[in-house]
């Protein structure tokens, strides 16, 4: 069997003097960028200069749209009606669509954000309304959702090519969703844990949850955070791990299920 796996990575968080993340050592060893638009983090220069470096190693470039929320780094859940969401989306998807522009490139896909994702994820008004904010502006981008969750249906019943994720670096609950950042084992430390969770992702399309259950995920895109520790660390073990195991890492596309 041939498997294949996208490799993303949320950066382009950066804000003012405020450095975040490790963008430029993270992506010679990813496929896509998940850039943030302005609303979490992230600010125009910072946005252009993503760009910049992401078609310097030839990396499709997503819109990372989130909650206006910098203080909270767009983490935190905000009472947001859908067209609310549908406007924050469209705004953001927008700017990052004309940034990409003035460096003669145009966007892949988009990815929420934070609070706004996993938000997203359990509430099919709001999945719905991102999901026809990202095809309002440009039918043809590939929307990254957490696998299995409410925005994979809304995606595809707005039209849209879909990525199903799963993340290296985050553990699961039994509902498939993503566990709490306040929780502990939230986040996965340990670079050969995070390997071994992958591999079985993409190889056997099941993982470990917290509880000790193994639940089915689809594997499209998998996504590594550059703001956490030992980032650049995750990004060479997990690449070089993915490849040894003869999986094709490349960026996904219109065939994505």
């Not at 498997?3 to 992506?27: R, Y």
């Not at 998807?93 to 994702?117: F, N």
Request: hydrophobic residues 45%; negative net charge.
């Amino acid at each position: 069997m041939a498997w294949t796996i996208d490799l993303n990575c949320d950066m382009g968080e950066s804000f003012g003097a405020w450095k975040m993340g490790h963008d430029a050592e993270v992506l010679p060893h990813v496929t896509s960028a998940n850039i943030a638009c302005g609303y979490h983090a992230g600010d125009p220069a910072t946005m252009r200069k993503t760009v910049a470096a992401a078609l310097r190693h030839g990396v499709a470039i997503g819109a990372h749209p989130g909650l206006p929320d910098l203080v909270g780094f767009g983490r935190r859940n905000m009472a947001i009606r859908p067209e609310e969401a549908y406007d924050m989306v469209v705004v953001q998807v927008g700017a990052m669509a004309a940034t990409a522009a003035s460096q003669g490139a145009r966007l892949h896909h988009v990815k929420a954000h934070g609070a706004l994702y996993n938000m997203a994820a359990r509430d099919r008004a709001l999945a719905s309304a991102i999901a026809q904010a990202v095809f309002d502006v440009d039918p043809s981008l590939v929307l990254y959702a957490l696998a299995s969750s409410a925005q994979v249906d809304a995606a595809r019943e707005a039209g849209l090519a879909v990525a199903q994720e799963v993340f290296a670096d985050r553990s699961y609950q039994q509902d498939g969703s993503l566990t709490p950042r306040t929780q502990p084992g939230a986040m996965i430390e340990d670079a050969q844990a995070s390997v071994r969770q992958v591999l079985r992702m993409v190889m056997e399309g099941k993982v470990r949850t917290m509880q000790g259950d193994d639940i089915d995920v689809c594997a499209d895109t998998l996504c590594i955070h550059g703001d956490q520790p030992g980032a650049v660390d995750f990004a060479r073990a997990i690449r070089a791990a993915l490849e040894e195991a003869g999986i094709s890492v490349r960026t996904t596309g219109r065939e994505a299920r």
